[in-house]
């Protein structure tokens, strides 16, 4: 079992920045990699970010050049860095890992993000 913790989200101003974070303990050693997903109100959950465990990152086209996601290993905490927000990133932020080649999918409980015009 991994659990993930959240924390970061919160309300900002258009053009302003926030630093997400996600802890994750228990079994991390199987841990192949970790992203950060976001969900608006009545949309489907989408991914964000992603980073494997050789460090490869992934980055949704809408984020690309504003987001930054990067992690601390001695900390077993990934961080999604957000910077020139929009108000079209307001949305519930999760982090999620997938361990043992997939066939374990984790998820945290979500961090608000408001990003006011």
């Known amino acids: 079992q991994v659990q993930l913790v959240e924390s970061g989200g919160g309300l900002v101003q258009a053009g302003g920045s926030l630093r997400l974070s996600c802890a994750a303990s228990?079994?991390?050693?199987?841990?192949?990699?970790m992203g950060w997903y976001r969900q608006a109100p009545g949309k489907q959950r989408e991914l964000v970010a992603a980073?494997?465990?050789?460090?490869?990152?992934n980055y949704a086209d809408f984020v690309k050049g504003r987001f930054t996601i990067f992690r601390d290993n001695a900390k077993n905490t990934v961080y999604l860095q957000m910077n020139s927000l929009k108000p079209e990133d307001t949305a519930v932020y999760y982090c999620?890992?997938?361990?043992?080649?997939?066939?374990?999918?984790?998820w945290g409980q979500g961090t608000q993000v408001t990003v006011s015009s």
């Open positions: 980073i494997t465990s050789g460090g490869s990152t």
């Open positions: 228990g079994s991390i050693f199987g841990i192949n990699a």
């Open positions: 999620n890992a997938v361990a043992q080649g997939g066939t374990y999918d984790y």
